[in-house]
């Protein structure tokens, strides 16, 4: 049975959640603070994690931080923000998808459903992904050049993976935010740019002149072969 950890200081939202989500089949582990959230994740181990970014003390962002440090499971942000910074700043610390409060629980459970299947899937790909002196491990969840750490933020990391995957191919916008962000997100193809440009920051020795990651006028974006 997969294990759901619900992150919400409000009690009767977190016990309406795990009652929906338990009628699901899961099994769900409630915490009221940032601080126990780390805590039960490490010992309880959940499949995903529902994450309140309003938290007393330690607040959503940081465990959202914390956590992915530690773990790739799917973290979905829950929240009363309904600006779209807030929603990108979550997603770019590493929260595989975000939700606004009102919310239909039967949104979430749809999203909850997706967020396993997308992160079941991964499961077992290619561990360790090679292009020339770069090296992707997703294990480890690092990144070298000539054995140089690169450091990236985790779409960036998910970016590349699927660059990679499909070396030599041409992916649209539209495919990239599928593959990367998820089938339920609705973000703007302008957070593709904007993560393209910051991931040739890193890996291009001249981010004007890219010649990993090309841009393939009128189709999207390449990693070169």
């Known amino acids: 049975m997969q294990r759901i950890l619900i992150v919400e200081d409000e009690s009767a939202l977190a016990e309406t959640l795990a009652v929906n989500l338990k009628a699901e089949g899961y099994r769900t582990i409630i915490a009221s603070d940032g601080v126990s959230a780390l805590d039960l994740a490490a010992s309880e181990r959940p499949d995903l994690v529902i994450l309140d970014i309003m938290l007393p003390g ?113 992916l649209s916008r539209e495919a990239l935010l599928r593959q990367v962000w998820g089938e339920d997100e609705y973000i703007d193809h302008n957070t593709v740019d904007v993560h393209i440009r910051r991931l040739r920051e890193k890996i291009e020795d001249d981010p004007s002149k890219p010649k990993r990651v090309l841009t393939i006028r009128g189709a999207g974006y390449k990693f070169a072969p």
């Open 58 to 170: 330690l607040d959503g962002l940081e465990v959202c931080r914390a956590l992915r440090k530690r773990t790739d499971i799917p973290i979905i942000m829950l929240t009363a923000k309904a600006r779209e910074v807030d929603k990108v700043i979550g997603l770019e610390i590493g929260a595989d998808d975000y939700i606004t409060k009102p919310f239909s629980m039967l949104e979430l459970i749809a999203r909850v459903r997706a967020a396993l299947r997308r992160h079941n899937k991964d499961i077992g790909k290619q561990e360790v992904i090679q292009s020339g002196d770069l090296t992707l491990d997703r294990a480890s969840h690092t990144v070298t050049i000539s054995s140089v750490d690169v450091d990236l933020r985790p779409k960036e990391f998910d970016l590349l993976t699927v660059l990679l995957e499909n070396k030599g191919r041409a």
